[in-house]
């Protein structure tokens, strides 16, 4: 029983260059999310998806695109890296709804140079 | 809009010792609430929940909190820390009538790192 399973867990980027974060869970979870962690700063909510097809913007969004073609997955895409966007970035996922709270991946360490 | 603040950025308490992790939010409406921890280099895991009911919520590891309406607090607590203890804990609320369910739903507080001293 995986999980929320992210990878890579660390990458180093220029700025510039283009990447994708994976994320897929293994729980049959119709919502999924993706936040940022910065030191102080708690977590923000980038995108969230409630279902395959079906994505819709956070609180900080700019900079990011997602994609959501299966239940399982819920990539999340940099275009063009810059330097605020290092962070630390975690997937979630959950039921509809938050009564049961969310399941949390170990997070992927980006460093953009 | 909802709001968690979270008193206290660091705790630093000797091992054995109780401790208090302080949170406080604002809502208009009802919520549920919630304590997550996150150990060095991992992600977050769900520590307790408040939904409806008794006040006094009992989580893993020994921790519980209190709800208290009129003063719109959700105390962490614990009656004596283990060196193993030491994370992040994160605060967080969710609107029990959010728009998008429980899409939108969570509110994190920033933190508190909990740092237990032999």
């Known amino acids: 029983n995986a999980g929320v399973t992210q990878t890579p867990k660390f990458r180093i980027l220029k700025i510039g260059q283009s990447m994708t974060l994976q994320c897929t869970q293994d729980m049959n979870h119709n919502y999924m999310y993706w936040y940022r962690q910065d030191p102080g700063m708690g977590l923000k909510l980038i995108y969230y998806s409630v279902g395959a097809g079906i994505t819709d913007k956070g609180e900080v969004p700019n900079g990011y695109n997602v994609s959501r073609s299966t239940t399982e997955d819920f990539p999340l895409r940099l275009e063009l890296a810059a330097p605020s966007q290092t962070s630390v970035y975690f997937c979630a996922s959950s039921l509809p709804g938050p009564r049961e709270g969310y399941t949390f991946g170990s997070g992927t360490r980006l460093t953009v140079v | ?118």
């Open chain 2, 1 to 118: 809009a909802q709001s968690v603040t979270q008193l206290d950025s660091q705790v630093p308490v000797f091992e054995e010792a109780p401790v208090e992790l302080r949170c406080n939010y604002s809502s208009s409406v009802s919520v549920y609430l919630f304590w997550y921890v996150q150990y060095p280099n991992q992600g977050l895991q769900l520590l307790l929940k408040y939904l409806s009911g008794s006040t006094l919520v009992k989580g893993i590891n020994g921790f519980e909190a209190e709800f208290n309406k009129s003063q719109t607090s959700f105390h962490l607590r614990k009656p004596s820390v283990h060196i193993s203890d030491t994370a992040e804990y994160f605060c967080a609320v969710s609107s029990l009538v959010a728009p998008g369910g429980g899409a939108d739903g969570l509110t994190f507080g920033k933190g508190t790192h909990l740092i237990i001293q032999p």
